[in-house]
């Protein structure tokens, strides 16, 4: 591990109002990301895993800056970056992308592929407009896609295809970090994993380091060196992939892991089922804020909150059962 990180985040918190009566006063806040820590170093992915609404994408939306944090710090390469302004962000968009769930949201249809790969080398000033033409047709060729796309619109292509439309743009600028935010979730299987190999196979062209963000661990296991496990705003496990697959140690995490299909029906799975839905993060439950659906609740869950706490060098956990005394 290299000393400076390439993204370092320090008790990150988005909190949204939530206006409510005839003036519109914020009394309650949306914690959808409270006080979360972590790194990625160069070339690595953290795998960031939780069920819809537990602030996954929010977070991935802060570190791109799309969102300005309400409070907490991200350090990229060593630079304080969670409070500049539009104008001092400039540089940092070129080595901070991300790729969306669904690119059709994120490409624009009234323009063509060559258009929309062009778009990031045009805002950042970057060659002329034939050295830009040869960057389309190489990117084309980087993703699989036939240099014939470039007058062709989003909506003429497949899911896959658009996905990978969307991953040629946001290595346009040669960056550093990708947000990469479910970016198989609305494919078919048989695409995912072509999808999945690609994002592999550039990260090892391109020393990219990814913040893979899903909903559904399997695929997270497969692309991850590190794994963080995210619920209701908060990191409650995380840690080394194979570490977390193998020995989960939060209730939490273990009911995602068991929750995997394993392709052998000889092979005898304990599927621990999570009660309930995910608390509103408007107004959280108190103690831990897993303790309405955890299975091994104890009563001091429902008062004392855990904190993330090392239970060996690669592992970290929140939960009171790793800290009994
Ligand atoms: Fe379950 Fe208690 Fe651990 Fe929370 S702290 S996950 S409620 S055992």
């Given amino acids: 591990m290299s000393a400076t990180p390439l993204l370092r985040v320090r008790d990150l918190s988005m909190h949204f109002p939530v206006r409510e009566g005839v003036l519109l006063r914020a009394s309650r806040f949306n914690r959808a990301v409270d006080n979360v820590s972590f790194d990625i170093q160069p070339g690595e992915t953290l795998g960031l895993v939780g069920e819809s609404g537990c602030g996954k994408s929010t977070l991935g939306r802060c570190i791109t800056r799309l969102y300005r944090p309400t409070s907490g710090s991200i350090e990229f390469e060593g630079n304080e970056i969670s409070k500049l302004g539009q104008r001092d962000l400039l540089p940092y968009r070129r080595d901070i992308q991300m790729i969306f769930q669904d690119p059709m949201e994120s490409l624009n249809s009234r323009h063509t592929v060559g258009d929309i790969l062009e778009e990031p080398l045009i805002i950042h000033n970057i060659g002329d407009r034939a050295a ?5 047709l190489e990117l084309l060729d980087i993703v699989g896609l036939p240099s014939r796309s470039m007058s062709r619109y989003p909506f003429e292509f497949s899911g896959g295809q658009r996905q990978r439309i969307g991953i ?7 960056p550093k970090l990708v947000i990469c935010d479910e970016p198989v979730s609305a494919l078919d299987v048989s695409i995912q994993s072509q999808i999945l190999n690609l994002l592999v196979s550039l990260q090892r062209e391109f020393n990219l ?5 899903a909903h559904d661990l399997a695929v997270v296991k497969h692309v991850s060196d ?4 995210m619920y209701l705003g908060k990191i409650v496990e995380s840690g080394d992939g194979h570490d977390i697959y193998r020995h989960p140690k939060h209730p939490y995490t273990t009911s ?4 995997i299909p394993i392709p052998d029906p000889h092979r005898r799975v304990d599927h621990q089922i999570i009660r309930g839905d995910v608390p509103s993060p408007i107004n959280p439950p108190a103690g831990c804020s897993f303790h309405p659906r955890c299975p091994r609740v104890m009563d001091q869950c429902r008062h004392k909150p855990p904190s993330l706490r090392e239970v060996s060098e690669t592992h970290d956990v929140s939960c009171h059962l790793e800290f009994e005394s």
Avoid: D, H, Q
């Fill in 132 to 136: 830009r033409k040869k960057r389309v």
């Fill in 209 to 213: 380091s990814y913040l893979f963000i």
């Fill in 168 to 174: 040629a743009r946001s290595i346009a600028l040669n």
């Fill in 256 to 259: 995602l892991i068991s929750s």
């Fill in 226 to 229: 590190r794994i963080a496990i």
